[in-house]
């Protein structure tokens, strides 16, 4: 039942920031500090995601295969070459060290 | 384009199940909430009993890029009808965004543009997560496809790091996240968001 319940509640507050502006009714303006502020949302949150996730994994080879794939991420931008490089360097990781 | 999209919704599917909670309850998440980064995460914080409100926290903080999407694309479709911009909401992904963006710079009414572009990742989200799904528990762990979803967010956030604002945006996320993990349940993303939010503004105006 809370499943369910988190569910509707995720739906709904997804919906409502997606939706937010773009329900306002029109002529009215954005405000430029948090049009500024929002620019910043999407890069810090992601990284927020992942960083963890390589710093605190139990052995090394997370890290130096996220590395791999931050590299390979800035080089060429496309999300499934960064995939799959990253599963990759993680293998190879994992059986040299 | 929609290769990527179908890479991450099948890793989606596959770390939803992976982290414990029910395929019917990952596909309607998918269906209802439509937003990979946030069910990845919550699926993790659902299988380890955190409690609802929790989730529905870190949602926020996951998706509140999706509310400078929505300011963004405001510009384009304020005097659309309302059952179109409804509709609109729901749509709003991260690389229909940034497509209908760089349709835009040279198109002026990028609805029939957006309605398209919208509709077809909507739809190859949705078969990916399912077909995520439905593997997921025929993989073999020592796959590691876990490790596929953090590498997604890299995918996606690398790419965003153009300017310095950006990078100092991203920078101090990262450090406030790892500082910050001792707090509990995630809320070291919440810190982390604002921290970067912060950086990134200052470093702006630094540059001025």
């Known amino acids: ?97 | 384009m929609l290769l990527g999209v179908v890479a991450f919704g099948v890793i989606a599917g596959v770390a939803m199940v992976a982290s414990g909670i029910p395929p019917l309850a990952a596909m309607l998440m998918s269906l209802l909430v439509f937003a990979g980064a946030s069910m990845v995460a919550s699926a993790q914080l659902l299988s380890s009993g955190t409690p609802a409100l929790l989730v529905i926290l870190t949602t926020i903080f996951i998706n509140l890029r999706f509310m400078m999407y929505s300011a963004s694309l405001r510009m384009h479709f304020q005097h659309e009808p309302l059952r179109w911009r409804l509709l609109f909401g729901y749509l709003i992904a991260d690389n229909v965004y940034g497509l209908t963006l760089m349709r835009a710079a040279n198109h002026p009414a990028p609805r029939e543009f957006f309605l398209g572009a919208g509709v077809a990742v909507w739809a190859a989200w949705q078969i990916a997560v399912a077909a995520g799904i439905l593997i997921g528990a025929g993989v073999p762990a020592s796959w590691r496809l876990e490790f596929a979803a953090p590498l997604a967010f890299i995918a996606m956030s690398i790419p965003m790091l153009r300017d310095r604002a950006m990078v100092a945006a991203a920078v101090v996320a990262a450090l406030t996240v790892i500082a910050a993990h001792a707090l509990p349940l995630k809320l070291s993303i919440a810190a982390a968001a604002l921290a970067g939010i912060a950086a990134g503004m200052l470093a702006e105006k630094l540059e001025r």
């Not at chain 1, 319940?5 to 773009?22: I, Q």
């Not at chain 1, 890290?63 to 991420?73: D, P």
């Open chain 1, 1 to 97: 039942m809370t499943l369910w319940l988190t569910l509707l509640g995720m739906a709904l507050v997804t919906y409502g920031l997606r939706a937010s502006f773009l329900l306002l009714p029109p002529g009215i303006e954005t405000p430029a500090l948090v049009r500024r502020a929002l620019r910043y949302v999407p890069a810090a949150v992601l990284t927020a995601i992942w960083a963890p996730e390589l710093v605190f994994a139990p052995g090394m080879e997370q890290l130096a295969a996220g590395v791999v794939a931050i590299a390979v991420a800035w080089r060429w931008r496309l999300t499934f070459v960064t995939i799959l490089a990253g599963l990759a360097s993680l293998h190879l990781f994992h059986w040299l060290l």
